[in-house]
């Protein structure tokens, strides 16, 4: 029978780097802590499709970009960089096919000014070989909050527990997105939204055993 083993891991998101959790199966335990800055901007972008009986029908690319600064501490060392988490998914209405391409990377800069403004940019190659290039700023669009939140669920064979204090402001995207090719400027950007966030949170992940 299975069980929830008693090895808990403090870390910033459940889907870590694959050498991340080998690193944890063989150490015991690690620490992962999101702690400063964070920058979050999600669009989508809509395309007329002709499918084959004639009709016309309208397919959405939807895109995610998280970037925040973590510190790590693994076998008693600690580092603090930079964690990027895109995700970039369509569905198409004429096949009924569904594309989904994601990427977890670490280093890099995220300039921010206080939560006036921030630059998200890069050049992220996906794990299906698909390219996005990043030139956005978001710049703040309302008024600052406060807040705490708890959240509980499931990720494949974990627990996971997240915690996050920190303060926040929402934001408006500008600048250009390129993906596999495409240019997409700001004005083609659907359903934006985006945040500005300095915050300390962390996750306890709890990994289930064998028999």
């Known amino acids: 029978m299975s069980r929830w083993s008693k090895r808990a891991i403090m870390?910033?998101?459940?889907?870590?780097?694959?050498?991340?959790?080998?690193?944890?199966?063989?150490?015991?335990?690690?620490?992962?802590?999101?702690?400063?800055?964070?920058?979050?901007?999600?669009?989508?972008?809509?395309?007329?499709?002709?499918?084959?009986?004639?009709?016309?029908?309208?397919?959405?690319?939807?895109?995610?970009?998280?970037?925040?600064?973590?510190?790590?501490?693994?076998?008693?060392?600690?580092?603090?960089?930079?964690?990027?988490?895109?995700?970039?998914?369509?569905?198409?209405?004429?096949?009924?096919?569904?594309?989904?391409?994601?990427?977890?990377?670490?280093?890099?800069?995220?300039p921010m000014n206080a939560l006036e403004s921030a630059t998200l940019a890069g050049h992220f190659v996906l794990e299906d070989g698909k390219v996005l290039d990043l030139n956005l700023t978001l710049t703040g669009s309302d008024q600052i909050s406060n807040g705490r939140r708890m959240e509980r669920r499931n990720s494949g064979n974990a627990l996971v527990m997240t915690r996050t204090v920190g303060t926040s402001r929402s934001a408006v995207i500008s600048g250009t997105a390129t993906f596999d090719g495409r240019v997409i400027p700001a004005s083609q950007m659907a359903d934006t939204s985006a945040s500005l966030v300095r915050n300390t949170s962390g996750e306890i992940i709890v990994i289930q055993g064998g028999k």
């Open 11 to 110: 870390v910033f998101a459940a889907l870590a780097a694959p050498t991340i959790w080998a690193a944890t199966a063989s150490a015991g335990s690690s620490h992962f802590q999101v702690k400063g800055k964070e920058a979050i901007a999600e669009f989508a972008v809509f395309d007329a499709l002709i499918c084959d009986d004639g009709s016309t029908r309208s397919m959405q690319t939807h895109f995610s970009i998280r970037s925040s600064e973590v510190l790590i501490k693994m076998q008693g060392q600690m580092t603090t960089t930079l964690r990027t988490d895109v995700t970039v998914s369509s569905f198409n209405p004429c096949t009924f096919e569904q594309s989904f391409s994601s990427g977890v990377f670490f280093g890099g800069d995220l």
